[in-house]
């Protein structure tokens, strides 16, 4: 399975490609990234944050839910997104590249994104709040932008003597289970 890239890794900041082929080699790289996405503790995970260059990232708000919430996962391939200028608020964000970094970002507060699910048909989303903050952070990792900007050498030196392999809490089947029961797969 792909592994997670930490703060200078040179994939970060390159190009990513736009997908072509829905085919199984696509959905088992998704559901990996389901599986390092869930297992870390993370709300969102893109593609070059496992070493695939290509235009595709995963999100689920509620990727531990409380007692009146349910999971949300939702795939995007190949997504634009397009935000309100006007409408803005700036909250503390985190990073599965950049564990322990918390950076204050500025996000629009409703965004439209057009992208394509994980059998090549295009989608909509108008996505507001938490929801919409976590699509423009994956957004820009597609973009080659990363939290890592605003963060120096030494910085990131620190964080990194800090990082800590975690046990998987959910096995692969039950991370098939979270994404059947959604229908996301
Ligand atoms: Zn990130």
Redesign the pocket.
Known sequence: MNRLKYFNDPILKRKNKDITLFDDHLKKLILDMFYIMYNDRGVGL?AP?IGENINLFVIDEFSFPKENERHQPIIFINPKVTCDPNNTAIEDEG???FPGAIIPMKRSLNIHVDYMDIHGLPQTLDSQGWQARIIQ??YD?LLGK??GDFISNIEKSILRKKIKERKPIFSMEDIREKLNVNKVF
Request: charged share 10%.
């Open positions: 893109a944050q990073c599965l590249s952070h994956e990792h990363t939290l």
